[in-house]
């Protein structure tokens, strides 16, 4: 680790409000991993195209529809009371959740438990975020973010890790499945507690300058992302990658999910089922991590604009090259090339936000961007599902997300156009 990151875990603020976020982030992994396991890969159940995409939904559609909201109340609660109320709140429906699972529940009464769940972590995250600044100085925001965000998502994919384990020692089936989505509650209680230490106030706001009406703020805060958004090239050509990005990734990430779930098969040390998807997201967070080593060095010798489009490149390549084939070992490859080239996508565009977009607004279009994108993911996930077979096996989808990409590098070509001077 880098002598700047050491730095930060020398104050007392951002390592405690850290150490939140591992307990939440672990806690996040361990319900979605165990809830995956319940409903996809149980012997008790069925599963189907349409159910995983409803799955989807319930991961992806909280921040859509909470997010803007979140923006809006946590700009006006006690971010600390926030914290504290919400992770317990969270634990109360972790257990309703894992009791509806153990006694066989499926359908609505399932989605829309696990949807509460995961929009209070949403919120949880939302709060935390915007808790940061009152942790670290100014000018190390952006660093700190980078570095939560990264080890927050280390720790997601360890709490799902845990979750898998947990899930062969305690059963596969509904009893086992609800002992193992319950563990979650351990890592919301724990956030609670250290949340708890934090004084009243410490983590802000300071004031309160939104519309008094939530509604009110969330519509005016849409609606002046847009606008600057659209007044900004790169920003919005970013946007269009990012689109194209989240829309072949949905398609993918279906097919794999299929294809692990009915007909990949072990090949060695590569698992297939749940197992095999604890790998592929041990693949995407190796992905993340060299993106995230990365792009600060290409963005420095190549520019930004010839790394989102390498990016776009890389990422079609991948899908194409490694996916086609369809075989675990080259699933598991082009899970880590599309999730890296994804990533360096990302930070090109939060880069464009940050430098391109002035304060007074950064905040409303990266809550826009956040709730387009997670709808963009759940509309080509639902879309494919309805066509795909159900042992994955659909070579068209896969043509398709490649050229998704393709159009999206030239779409991104296309707006930076608007200012040649870019």
Known sequence: MKPGAR??????????????????Q??????????????????????????IAGGFAVL??????????????????????????ANLLRGVAVVATATAVGFGLAGPVLFVLALLVEGISRFVGSGMSASLPHVVRPETIVAGNALAATLGSMVAVVGGACAIGLRAALGTGNTGSAWTTSIAILGSALAALIAA????????????????????AVAHGLADGGRAAL???????????????????????????????F???????????????????????????????????????????????GSLLLAALAQAGLGLPMLLPTVL??????????????????????????????????????????????????????????????????LAATAIYLLG????????????GI
């Open 60 to 85: 992806l559609l909280p921040y859509s529809v909470i997010g803007p909201f979140a923006g809006a109340l946590l700009d006006r609660w006690d971010r600390r009371r926030v914290l504290v109320l």
């Open 26 to 51: 672990w806690s996040d992994g361990v319900f979605r991993a165990g809830l995956a396991g319940a409903v996809l890969f149980n012997p008790e159940r069925g599963a189907d195209p349409l159910t």
């Open 7 to 24: 730095a930060f875990f020398g104050i007392p603020g951002f390592r405690r409000l850290l150490f939140t976020r591992f307990a939440a």
């Open 197 to 216: 230490r934090f004084a009243r106030g410490k983590l802000g706001p300071d004031l309160v300058d939104e519309p008094s009406d939530a509604l009110v």
């Open 333 to 398: 490859l082009a899970s880590f090339c599309i999730t890296a080239a994804g990533q360096v996508l990302k930070l090109c565009v939060d880069s464009a936000v940050q430098s391109d977009i002035g304060d007074e607004a950064r905040g409303r279009v990266f809550a826009l961007y956040d709730t387009l994108f997670n709808i963009t993911q759940v509309v080509a996930v639902a879309a494919a599902a309805a066509i795909t077979p159900l042992d994955g096996h659909s070579i068209p989808l896969l």
């Open 263 to 309: 007909s990949f098969h072990d090949a060695g040390p590569l698992k297939s089922g749940l197992p095999g998807l604890g790998q592929m997201a041990g693949m995407a967070g190796a992905g993340i991590l060299l993106a995230g080593f990365l792009t600060p060095r290409l963005v420095q010798r190549f520019g930004r604009h010839r790394v989102v489009f």
């Open 231 to 261: 007044s900004a090239p790169t920003v919005t050509a970013g946007f269009v990658a990012l689109f194209a990005h989240r829309a072949s990734y949905g398609i993918s990430l279906l097919l794999t999910v299929l294809l692990m779930r």
């Open 409 to 420: 590098g030239l779409g991104y070509f296309l707006a930076i156009r608007r200012n040649p």
